[in-house]
């Protein structure tokens, strides 16, 4: 790829410098002098250096206390960049982060995955093109991570080798989920011993251990014998009891799932207890084993509160293995804790637009509560159903309502089907 990434050869000490402007906040000359014991003169000149190299920028000035404004040195964290990519079953998301992690650019390309030598060329074109547009943009790449997957699916028989040899770039080729692990070991750096589950239509797992991400196996910890069968050939594995498949109906989503169940849906508070007692089991059964925290990830992770998080936390406490402690961070003992993962996470107030996004209108929730009075009356309170409606079709329709995310996706619901057959068929006999 053509650009100009030439470092010169550092002088030495350049690199006390570097490691800390890049762990600390934008620092004066003063400071970084009294902080590594050098002299003005040396200082002046490994700045010249690393500031010619690209790998440090002036970062403003100081405010005054009294006499000149200090100049202020950080680091150059866009002065390249590293690529990340996930080739799923039907799509391939490409990733650009900086230096200090933070994504940069994103693209995803739609294309269905086989394992063929066609597909292996044409995703290192969407690879290598990826590359060159973030070059183009001013912070090139120094190599591509790809995210090798575990669990069975189309993506897991890919050569991923046949992948890395045709894009331009170097390739490092990492486990998907310790990937994961990692991530959330940089955005924990005290985090030495960790259990993180990744939640969404499928479960992943990766062990830290003394700071080390290990590929895990939990999701297919057997919870019952004669459970469901898994993808794996296995009976009652977590991966089926703890899915997204196992919140959500045919046709919804995970925000249009959990604003119903704010709403206090039977249905849906039913599906999430037994999902969270799925969960929790599990948690016992690593506990017995294994006393560290747990790092829920992953998307439905994203949409747990802490309420449901205290309860989880309540669920796993009633058992004797979770009396365990585990090594804390200063040599001690601590008790292990259930926590949200940081990647990616959804704060508080965007987990609450997405949820409140997803609820039924006051008119909707207004007519599945008054149910006495619309059998009175004998028709849907609901102004746009006054149209000779029995009170069974007025509150089937406002429950299809109320279990989904939004108007687009209440035809693919199954309540919604009914209504639309009993339009054709017109309304029913009084």
Known sequence: MPHDDHIPAL??????????????????????????????????????TLEDAGLIVAAGHRQSTG????????????????IGVTIRSTEIVCIAVDLDGVTIDERRTTIAAHADVTFYGRAAR???????????????????????????NTAN??????????????????????????AELRARPAL???????????????????????????????????????????????????????LTEEGESLPGFFGVLEQGEIHHRDRMRDWLHSLAHAIVDIRAVFAADVLL????????????????????????????????DDGGTAAPRIARGRVRRLSGRRRRRLRDRARPSARARAAVLNTARTRRRGRCPYSRHRTGRTTFDCLQCCHATARTSSLRDAPRTVLHRRRRRRRRLGP???
């Open 11 to 48: 002088p030495d000490g350049a690199d006390e410098i570097l490691a800390l402007l890049y762990h600390g906040e934008p620092i004066a000359k003063r400071g970084i002098a009294d902080a590594l014991h050098i002299s003005a003169p040396t200082l002046n000149a490994r700045l010249s």
């Open 67 to 82: 006499g000149r404004r200090a100049l202020t040195y950080a680091f150059n964290y866009r002065r390249h960049c590293a």
């Open 126 to 152: 969407i690879i290598d093109d990826f590359a060159e547009q973030v070059a183009a943009a001013g912070t090139p790449p120094l190599g591509v991570g790809l995210a090798v997957p575990t669990h069975i």
């Open 157 to 182: 028989s890919l050569d991923y080798a046949a992948i890395a040899e045709r894009i331009t770039l170097p390739v490092t080729a990492t486990e998907r989920y310790c990937a994961y692990a990692l």
């Open 192 to 246: 030495r011993d960790a259990v993180c589950l990744f939640l969404g239509n499928h479960i992943g797992s990766a062990v830290l251990q003394d700071g080390r991400p290990h590929t895990g196996a939990v999701e297919h910890m057997p919870l019952d014998p004669d459970g469901p069968r898994c993808e794996c050939g296995n009976a009652g594995c977590l991966n089926v009891y703890c899915s997204s498949a196992n």
């Open 297 to 328: 990830c992953g998307p439905i992770a994203g949409f747990l509160d802490d309420a449901e998080i205290a309860h989880l936390d309540r669920l796993v406490a009633g058992h004797p293995a979770a009396s365990r402690t585990a090594a804390g």
């Open 428 to 430: 029913a006999p009084r």
